[in-house]
């Protein structure tokens, strides 16, 4: 056959090799990956660097890595496209470390890069959430002058954001020239995941105004963001606006997922089931929005239902998020078999080891007055956190086991670990007793050191506790101290706490204080309890002036105040 016959069978040959790679690429598995490779082998053409690089590619495809890395090790003249292609493959498998390693070997080699190389590299970087080194490939950017590219700058925006570095994030937004709705997006999600929904909001209405057209991920931020700011009209506006743009909500998962949140959190639940019930494609975010939906509105039965329908009819397993969405609704209404067969549910999965999920089921344990299935799971955590110890110390306290309480306690501080606020709130209700004074005020003390000593919530808890371990000095001398702080909560404490512990006389010593002495006006509370103090005194000419103040304040009217009335009246 002519030379040039054969040059050209052996390009025909190439071509279609190529085109079977392609197809390959499309649906890859590892068998026809491996099967391709021995042909691709057979035929001579693994020293072509198109099909080597695609061939690279599908090994990635099939999580099967270690194949990419051998078969790249192999190519002897790497060009942009393979490097580029092998630091994708590690991102695709999570492997971001040698992605980044790829890249220092570039540079070491003097290889040439492109764009595309440093937009690979700066997600390896994101997702890693490594800042310095994001800073360096930033900078390098700007040296090699490629740094105008806008894609790249939508990449530099997105990392500034999961770096938590939201200034730079916006200075490089601003510096694009060429904004698309991928920087607008960005932005708009990066302000959103660094805690700024009003900065999200803000960028959203400058996109709406420069008439960018907004997609599935602008409008789901948006709505986001309303639903953090309380802003429900204005996520209801978003919402018409992404029907108007063909975004409706049977179609874009993104978007009805935010507005089963947002709906659900305005307690419109009729609205959120309307967009659930529209969607035609539901995944596990829909359903935990949807299940997490009915659980903060009360809906027991309907969140069980969307559970067993969930997992029953539609075929999709509940994952952590869904079942930390359920049991503290079980802990709240202390559904003990409920919570049980969610335990035993997560053991059969194999989610029980999740420490969120051990702590959610420890709360809802000790809510449910089974404190010995609550300290099972405590004891089989190998590596408690901050929550773990609080949820225990919290438990023990409400279910009376004050001993264990402040045992716990202590063995927490010997690991040299920091008090919270949440510890000391939980552990308080534990000194219940004159004997328990001194553990109070160990606690106290802890509170001073740790800067708490402006904080009413811990302010009034333990005032309440002086009030029952029998010091009466103490919550008066507290009220001294802090008198730009006191709310009418700290006054009820004193009050309510001398009442119950029948201390009647300081508790109306505590109410002429507070009318005398501060600016703040009883309520209800006050007044339920300033009441039976009158009465178990028998004075009844101050029960009568308490009567007439009640009248004069809508507190008059209120259920409670009138059964404190008769009551004193008898």
């Known amino acids: 056959m002519p030379q040039r016959r054969v040059q050209d069978f052996k390009n025909a040959k190439r071509h279609e090799i190529f085109e079977v790679v392609n197809m390959v690429k499309e649906k890859p598995d590892f068998l026809s990956a491996s099967q391709l490779h021995g042909l691709v082998l057979k035929i001579g053409m693994l020293a072509y660097l198109p099909t080597i690089t695609t061939l690279l590619i599908i090994y990635s495809r ?48 003097e290889e040439k890069f492109d764009c595309a190389t440093f937009v690979i590299v700066i997600s390896a970087l994101s997702n890693m959430r490594d800042l310095r080194k994001g800073l360096v490939v930033h900078c390098l950017s700007i040296k090699m002058g490629m740094i105008s590219d806008s894609i790249l700058g939508n990449a530099l925006v997105d990392f500034y954001a999961k770096c938590s570095n939201l200034s730079s994030s916006e200075c490089v937004f601003l510096e694009i020239e060429c904004k698309d709705v991928v920087s607008w997006n960005s932005v708009i999600s990066g302000c959103l995941y660094n805690g700024y929904p009003e900065k999200s909001l803000l960028y959203f209405k400058q996109m709406a105004n420069l008439e960018k057209g907004a997609d599935s991920v602008s409008l789901s931020s948006a709505v986001a963001a309303s639903a953090c700011l309380d802003e429900f009209s204005c996520g209801q506006a978003i919402h018409g606006w992404s029907i108007k743009l063909g975004y409706e909500e049977s179609r874009h998962l993104s978007v009805s997922n935010s507005l089963i949140s947002l709906y659900s959190q305005s307690g419109d639940i009729d609205a959120a089931e309307y967009v659930f019930n529209k969607m035609e494609y539901k995944d596990i975010i829909t359903w935990n929005s949807m299940i997490n939906g009915f659980a903060l509105n009360g809906k027991i039965s309907d969140a069980f239902d969307a559970l067993h329908e969930m997992q029953f009819i539609r075929t999709l397993e509940p994952d952590s998020v869904t079942l930390i969405s359920i049991i503290p ?81 202590k063995e927490f501080r010997s690991g040299n670990s920091e008090c919270s606020l949440s510890t000391l709130l939980g552990i308080l209700p534990a000194c219940d007793s004159p004997n328990s004074i001194q553990f109070g005020k160990l606690i106290h003390s802890w509170e001073v050191k740790l800067g708490f000593v402006n904080n009413i919530i811990l302010v009034n808890s333990l005032m309440y506790m002086y009030i029952y371990c029998g010091d009466l000095v103490a919550p008066f001398k507290l009220l001294e101290e802090i008198p730009y702080t006191v709310d009418v909560d700290s006054w009820n404490t004193v009050i309510s706490g001398c009442t119950q512990k029948g201390h009647f006389w300081e508790a109306l010593n505590a109410f002429k204080l507070m009318r005398l002495k501060s600016n703040i006006i009883h309520d209800t509370i006050t007044l339920v309890n300033v009441i039976p103090a009158c009465g178990n005194l028998e004075l009844t000419c101050e029960g009568k002036s308490i009567h007439a103040l009640a009248l004069k304040t809508s507190a008059g009217q209120d259920i409670r105040v009138q059964n404190a009335l008769i009551t004193i009246s008898e």
């Not at 002897?76 to 980044?100: G, R, S, Y």
């Not at 099972?376 to 110890?389: A, G």
Request: some cysteine; overall charge neutral; proline content about 1%.
């Open 329 to 409: 609704l079980v802990a709240e209404f202390m559904l003990l078999r409920e919570g049980k067969a969610v335990h035993s549910f997560t053991i059969r999965r194999e989610m029980g080891a999740e420490l969120s999920m051990m702590n959610a089921l420890m709360h809802m344990y000790f809510n449910c007055e089974r404190a010995k299935d609550a300290e099972q799971i405590f004891l089989n955590i190998p590596k408690k956190d901050l929550v773990s110890w609080n949820t225990v110390i919290s438990g023990y306290s409400q279910n009376g086991l004050c001993r264990e309480a402040q045992f716990l306690l």
């Open 62 to 109: 099939t999580k099967n890595l270690s194949s990419s890395l051998t078969l790249f090790a192999e190519i002897i003249n790497k060009d942009v496209v393979t490097w580029n292609a092998i630091m994708t493959a590690c991102i695709k498998n999570k492997f971001f470390e040698f992605a980044v390693k790829f890249f220092v070997e570039m540079v070491n080699e």
